[in-house]
């Protein structure tokens, strides 16, 4: 693609699609190539230690944290906090870093063929108030699920970044009392 259609593209983008958010407006421009894209999920855990889950209309079926990708100007920080108030109704208090996941094997390519790798900053709490309530332009259910006892059928990504948790916090066993 030559510096003139790029530009073209880019004057065209500006010229009336400001309704659309950062990544639709990109992928007008690159159509289904590979980007790279930054994103945030959360660990909401609840006083029994359960963490919150949203079955996901993409991949279909499968359960993973509430989380989504970074719009212009956002910080992880907040890009979690929106994502999580737009899927589940929550407010957040206060966000721990967990890690920063990247690489060949944070690759997705969606139903429609986008291409990317996600670089996603995963964060857990304890803090959250507000009524669950579904969005269900992206969710089937959302459900609180203890950590040893996750669904099978998760978000591959999702379910290392529950692994490493568990393995920074584990989970005592109780004790037989003689």
Same mark, same amino acid.
């Given at each position: 693609?030559?510096?003139? !259609?790029?530009? #073209?593209?880019?004057?065209?983008?500006?010229?009336?699609?400001?309704q659309?958010?950062?990544?639709?407006e990109?992928? $007008?421009?690159?159509?289904?190539r590979?980007?790279?894209?930054?994103?945030?999920?959360?660990?909401?855990?609840n =006083?029994?230690? =359960?963490?919150?889950l949203?079955?996901?209309?993409?991949p279909?079926?499968?359960?993973?944290?509430?989380?989504?990708?970074?719009?212009?100007?956002?910080?992880? $920080?907040?890009?979690?906090?929106?994502?999580?108030e737009? =899927?589940?109704s929550?407010?957040?208090?206060?966000?721990?870093?967990?890690?920063?996941?990247?690489?060949a094997?944070?690759?997705?390519?969606?139903?429609?063929?986008? =291409?990317?790798?996600?670089?996603? #900053?995963?964060?857990? #709490?304890?803090?959250?108030?507000?009524?669950?309530?579904?969005?269900?332009?992206? !969710?089937i259910?959302?459900?609180?699920?203890?950590l040893?006892?996750?669904?099978?059928?998760?978000v591959? !990504?999702?379910?290392?970044?529950?692994?490493?948790?568990?393995?920074?916090?584990p989970?005592?066993?109780?004790?037989?009392?003689?």
């Open positions: 693609m030559s510096i003139r !259609s790029v530009l #073209t593209s880019f004057q065209n983008w500006e010229r009336g699609h400001n659309l958010g950062y990544i639709e990109l992928r $007008e421009i690159v159509g289904n590979p980007l790279i894209l930054v994103g945030a999920v959360v660990m909401v855990l =006083e029994k230690n =359960e963490v919150l949203q079955q996901r209309r993409f279909h079926g499968a359960w993973g944290l509430p989380g989504g990708l970074m719009e212009l100007a956002e910080s992880t $920080e907040e890009t979690a906090r929106r994502e999580v737009e =899927e589940t929550l407010q957040l208090g206060k966000l721990h870093l967990l890690n920063v996941y990247s690489g094997d944070q690759y997705v390519q969606a139903e429609n063929g986008d =291409e990317f790798y996600v670089v996603t #900053t995963a964060y857990y #709490t304890y803090e959250f108030e507000g009524f669950l309530k579904a969005d269900p332009s992206e !969710s259910q959302l459900a609180f699920f203890p040893e006892g996750l669904p099978e059928i998760m591959r !990504s999702h379910h290392q970044m529950l692994r490493d948790y568990k393995d920074l916090f989970v005592e066993e109780e004790k037989e009392q003689f």
